[in-house]
């Protein structure tokens, strides 16, 4: 799947984090939900770019994001990469 780029806000009172096994090696995943005037979708942060200071009503750049071939509930979701970086903006998302 190609990298996307998105312009959104962070909705993290959506947001769990927790650790999981990978490969017999803990990783830290935290799940959000980011929208913007078109929706909402579930973003999976993993590794360190899971512990990223955002809080709710930030507005942030995502790049380097995939979109999940599994859907979870019927509903698409995002994942991050080892490129995956997230900027705070003072773009408005309106």
């Given amino acids: ?5 998105c312009r959104c806000y962070f909705s993290l009172q959506d947001s769990v984090a927790t650790t999981v096994m990978v490969n017999d090696k803990e990783v830290n995943v935290r799940t959000i939900t980011v929208e913007d005037r078109t929706g909402k979708v579930k973003v999976s942060l993993w590794r360190n770019i899971a512990a990223e200071p955002v809080v709710l009503g930030d507005v942030v750049a995502i790049t380097n994001i995939v ?28």
């Fill in 67 to 94: 979109v999940n071939s599994k859907r979870y509930n019927n509903e698409e979701s995002l994942s991050s990469t080892q490129f995956t970086k997230i900027e705070k903006t003072a773009h408005n998302i309106d």
């Fill in 1 to 5: 799947m190609p990298h996307q780029r």
